[in-house]
């Protein structure tokens, strides 16, 4: 017999670092597309952000190392779960816009998928990377190399997970990353110094297409976003 044919997904990258607003704003457009239309392809969005802090809905700004009303570097309080984080260039940002209905319809599995999807490239690296009970992200020898943190709107996801590939970790010193203040942050540069996060990009996104058995393709000329 022969197999499905896998859905689409229509890949955005940006290669130039894009400021956290535009790429929020792209994602909104893309959750409202598929919205109005639920049969719609999904989309996934693959960046690096500007140097910025985010907070997650819920978020307590007592992990902030810093006045929130003066911060160091752009603050944005957004509508994912989860709590403070840190973007910047080096550090890989997917997010995947996809109707969750297709893909289990449950949030904890979606965030577990996002998860092994790390864990799935680390593997192909030779690093045995892994999760710790009742938290969210993926872990290497007690390192946060990974963040994650999704919203939805009836089942249409937004943002995603972060990886930590050659940044510097200087700027999550201004904060309590994910409101753990007991496990440190680490990138992947500090395992295997040769790699940049160019050279992970399309090895994150097979693995991702992988585990959510898509077919990433370009967008059409008609399928645009502008400003980022």
């Known amino acids: ?5 896998k859905p689409d997904a229509i890949l955005f990258e940006a290669v130039d670092p894009v400021p956290f607003p535009a790429a929020w704003a792209a994602q909104r457009r893309l959750q409202r597309r ?4 639920p049969a719609a392809a999904g989309a996934l969005l693959l960046l690096e952000h500007e140097p910025c802090y985010t907070l997650g809905r819920g978020a307590a700004t007592t992990h902030l190392r810093f006045d929130p009303a003066s911060p160091p570097l752009p603050l944005h309080r957004i509508d994912r779960g989860g709590e403070v984080t840190h973007h910047l260039p080096g550090q890989l940002v997917l ?6 209905q297709r893909h289990g319809g449950d949030l904890h599995l979606y965030l577990r ?13 030779g690093l045995e990377a892994g999760r710790i009970e009742g938290l969210t992200g993926v872990w290497l020898e007690g390192r946060k190399l990974a963040a994650i943190g999704v919203g939805a ?4 996801s937004q943002h995603g997970l972060a990886l930590n590939v050659d940044c510097s970790l200087e700027g999550f010193s201004a904060i309590v990353p994910c409101g753990i203040p007991d496990r440190p942050v680490g990138r992947l540069a500090d ?5 940049t996060a160019a050279d992970l990009r399309q090895p994150l996104l097979a693995r991702f297409a992988e585990r959510f ?3 990433l393709r370009p967008p059409t000329a008609q399928e645009t976003l502008e400003g980022w």
């Open 113 to 125: 998928l996002l998860e092994q999807v790390v864990i799935d490239l680390l593997a192909t690296l």
């Open 34 to 37: 598929l919205l109005q239309d």
């Open 153 to 156: 709107r009836r089942w249409i």
């Open 1 to 5: 017999m022969t197999p499905a044919p």
């Open 213 to 215: 058995q898509l077919r």
């Open 95 to 100: 997010y995947p816009v996809l109707n969750l």
């Open 191 to 195: 395992w295997r110094p040769e790699l």
